[in-house]
């Protein structure tokens, strides 16, 4: 599988401020995807992170909060914005390799936000 | 999306003991994964099955994808205190374009 790096690794931010969480891939990979895991619980796909054009938003997340790009087959961003103390999460950006049934993921982004 | 049920939702065993958890979806699968979260980390795929009845070792870790396509187990043998975290199943969809999760596992081992 190829390496991925994701970074910050965490942060702390103020309430109404933004984060941009980045995502690099070391060779290139089909598709890439943003997921949230609150305290305690499960993993939510954010999107589909699609390169050249619009990501695909899940249900509850949209485009104004989760700006997100992919301008190539490599890296990705995700920026949280306007934050709230309800965005405190870890953020975790995934890919799928050629062989698509195996999803790998980056070490994820502990975001807090007072 | 789909559902898929995770059990048990935590589990407090001793060093040396054999771990077993389920995972039953309410749909049919071709695939399924097995991973493992560390505090701090991001999941780590740990296996994959591909058919109905496939049994699939990774070490300790033994995966079982059920004859029904709809249940899969993973067993732990010989637990020791680094297996402790967070064990999650998950399967794509038919196009592999989005992956949905179970609710985790979520394991201790006391030495």
């Known amino acids: 599988s190829a390496v991925i790096s994701q970074k910050p690794s965490r942060d702390i931010c103020q309430r109404g401020t933004s984060l941009t969480i980045q995502c690099q891939v070391d060779?290139?990979?089909?598709?890439m995807f943003w997921y949230r895991q609150q305290p305690g619980q499960s993993l939510t796909l954010i999107a589909t992170?699609?390169?050249?054009?619009?990501?695909?938003?899940e249900s509850g997340f949209v485009i104004d909060k989760f700006p997100i790009s992919r301008p190539n087959l490599t890296f990705s961003t995700l920026t949280v914005s306007n934050m709230s103390p309800e965005d405190s999460s870890i953020y975790l950006c995934?890919?799928?390799?050629?062989?698509?049934?195996?999803?790998?993921f980056g070490s994820g982004t502990q975001l807090s936000v007072l | 999306g789909q559902q898929l049920n995770q059990s048990p939702q935590s589990m407090f065993i001793q060093e040396g003991e054999d771990v077993s958890m389920n995972c039953t979806s309410s749909?049919?699968?071709?695939?399924w994964l097995w991973y493992k979260q560390e505090p701090g980390e991001g999941p780590v795929l740990l296996i994959a099955?591909?058919?109905?009845?496939e049994l699939t070792s990774n070490g300790r870790l033994t995966a079982q994808f059920g004859i029904t396509r709809k249940d899969s187990f993973l067993n732990i043998s010989a637990s020791i205190p680094s297996d402790v975290g967070i064990y999650f199943c998950?399967?794509?969809?038919?196009?592999?374009?989005?992956?949905?999760f179970g609710s985790g596992t979520k394991l201790n081992v006391k030495p």
């Open positions: 995934s890919y799928t390799g050629i062989a698509s049934e195996k999803l790998f």
């Open positions: 060779s290139q990979v089909t598709m």
């Open positions: 992170a699609n390169q050249g054009s619009e990501a695909t938003y």
């Open positions: 749909s049919i699968f071709n695939t």
């Open positions: 099955l591909y058919k109905a009845g």
């Open positions: 998950a399967e794509p969809s038919y196009n592999f374009n989005k992956f949905y």
